[in-house]
Nanobody
Framework: QVQLVESGGGLVQAGGSLRLSCAAS????????MGWFRQAPGKEREFVAT????????YYADLVKGRFTISRDNAKNMAYLQMNSLKPEDTAVYYC???????????????????WGQGTQVTVSS
């Protein structure tokens, strides 16, 4: 089992920045590719970004490419999502997830991930 806890969400004005954190515990963190997803009210949960086990490879959804950066620190069992130039349409609950399978440089489905955090709310005002 892997336990994931997100933090860092909040209310920010359009154009602002937030950094989300995901603290992992349980099994060896570096054995898992990590991903960030988000879910807006009335919408399905959607892929945001993913990072390989070592942190050397990343992949982003087109909607966030160039604005968001995913990273990880395996020594601290942490994953991060730096979000810049935020837009009102980025408003959602953001979830981190851990995947026992290999890193895949493409949009991932939720079913590919094995463990999920509880989510953290991000609200971007216009």
């Amino acid at each position: 089992q892997v336990q994931l806890v997100e933090s860092g969400g909040g209310l920010v004005q359009a154009g602002g920045s937030l950094r989300l954190s995901c603290a992992a515990s349980g099994r060896t963190f570096s054995n898992y590719a990590m991903g960030w997803f988000r879910q807006a009210p009335g919408k399905e949960r959607e892929f945001v970004a993913t990072i390989s086990r070592s942190g050397g490879r990343t992949y982003y959804a087109d909607l966030v490419k160039g604005r968001f950066t995913i990273s990880r620190d395996n020594a601290k069992n942490m994953a991060y999502l730096q979000m810049n130039s935020l837009k009102p349409e980025d408003t959602a609950v953001y979830y981190c997830a851990a995947k026992a399978g290999s890193f895949t440089p493409r949009v991932s489905g939720t079913s590919e991930y094995d463990y999920w955090g509880q989510g953290t709310q991000v609200t971007v005002s216009s």
